[in-house]
C-alpha cells in the first residue's frame, strides 16, 4: 500500500523560504503523477503544484515563487517555498495527480506570519 509522508512545514516570517519533502513507499515515484495540494483553515483543500509530461504547473497563486522537484532515487518529492506570504499558511499535502482519496497523509503545517 503506498504511504506518503510530508515534512518540513513550521513557522516563518513573511518573505522567508521553506522547502517541503514528501516520501513515499509503495511505489515509485518516477512511475505516477504527483502533486501538491494545501487546505487553509476553514478553507477547502486546493492544488498548488504538480508535475506532468511538459513540465511542472502551477496555481496561480504560488506562480514563480514556489517550485515542484522530485528525486528518483531517494523516492522523495520535494517543494521549495520562495516569499512566503501570510495567505500561505495552511497545512500542505503530497498525492497523486488526480489525487486518490486512500492516499492522504497527515500532511505538514506551514505558517507564515506578517
Known amino acids: 500500500q503506498v504511504q506518503l509522508v510530508e515534512s518540513g512545514g513550521g513557522l516563518v516570517q513573511a518573505g522567508g523560504s521553506l522547502r517541503l519533502s514528501c516520501a513515499a513507499s509503495?511505489?515509485?515515484?518516477?512511475?505516477?503523477?504527483m502533486g501538491w495540494f494545501r487546505q487553509a483553515p476553514g478553507k477547502e483543500r486546493e492544488f498548488v503544484a504538480r508535475?506532468?509530461?511538459?513540465?511542472?504547473v502551477y496555481s496561480d497563486s504560488v506562480k514563480g515563487r514556489f517550485t515542484i522537484s522530485r528525486d528518483n532515487a531517494k523516492n522523495t518529492m520535494y517543494l521549495q517555498m520562495n516569499s512566503l506570504k501570510p495567505e500561505d499558511t495552511a497545512v500542505y499535502y503530497c498525492?497523486?495527480?488526480?489525487?486518490?482519496?486512500?492516499?492522504w497523509g497527515q500532511g505538514t503545517q506551514v505558517t507564515v506570519s506578517s
Open positions: 509503495g511505489h515509485t515515484f518516477s512511475s505516477y503523477r
Open positions: 508535475f506532468s509530461w511538459s513540465g511542472a
Open positions: 498525492n497523486h495527480y488526480p489525487p486518490r482519496e486512500d492516499s
